[in-house]
Structures are given as C-alpha cells and as structure tokens.
C-alpha cells in the first residue's frame, strides 16, 4: 500500500504561481510511475501531467505544456508539481497518483491504470 498526501493547493491570481506537492509513505515510490490528474466541477478527470518511475520520462497534457513542470525526488518520496502562469481554467481539484511499474520510463496516460490516490488538494485561479 502507498499512501500519497498532497499539499500546496490554494486561491492564487491568473499568472500566478503555486507548488503542489504529494508525498508518499508506505513503499518507496521509486518503484511507482506517477502523475498528477485534475476535476473541475462538472468535469471528467483528466491527466495533467504524469513522470516516469526514474523521472526521465514525462507527459504533459497540451493545456499546461510550457507553464506546468513534473519533478520527483525519490529519496524524498516526494512528487511536485510546479505551476506558473496559471489560468482561471486551471480552476479544480488536483489529485496525485501512482501505479507499481516494471519499466523505468514507463508512463501511463490512462487513470484506470492509477492505483494509489491522494485526496487531493483545491487550486483556484482568480481572474
């Protein structure tokens, strides 16, 4: 089991900046591909960005490409999310999570193949 708690979230203004973090307990999340997903109200889940198991594979969802950066630090067993030039429809729920993946780089676009989730955290980006 991993236990994964995010934190960072808050009420910024569009063009601002936030870190979101997610730290993780349980297992050692080297072994965990990861990614950080989004809901805003009335809205699917979607994959915003997500980081291979040794951080040398990444995916970015068009949306946050050039303002969003994916970083790990497995010898924290801490993921971040850095988030700059924010916009008010980057407005939602954010949730970290992981899956145990054999393969060093890895990623999964899919939120199916997530098994372990945070509870995420509120961003909201103010006009």
């Known amino acids: 089991q991993v236990q994964m708690v995010e934190s960072g979230g808050g009420l910024v203004q569009a063009g601002g900046s936030l870190r979101l973090s997610c730290a993780a307990s349980?297992?050692?999340?080297?072994?965990?591909?990861a990614g950080w997903f989004r809901q805003a109200p009335g809205k699917e889940l979607e994959l915003v960005t997500a980081?291979?198991?040794?951080?040398?594979?990444?995916y970015y969802a068009d949306s946050v490409k050039g303002r969003f950066t994916i970083s790990r630090d497995n010898a924290k067993n801490t993921m971040y999310l850095q988030m700059n030039s924010l916009k008010p429809e980057d407005t939602a729920v954010y949730y970290c999570?992981?899956?145990?993946?054999?393969?060093?780089?890895?990623?999964?676009?899919?939120?199916?193949?997530?098994?372990?989730w945070g509870q995420g955290t509120q961003v909201t980006v103010s006009s």
């Open positions: 999570g992981s899956y145990w993946s054999a393969s060093l780089y890895g990623i999964a676009t899919n939120s199916t193949a997530y098994t372990y």
């Open positions: 349980g297992r050692t999340l080297s072994m965990y591909a």
């Open positions: 980081i291979s198991r040794n951080g040398g594979s990444t």
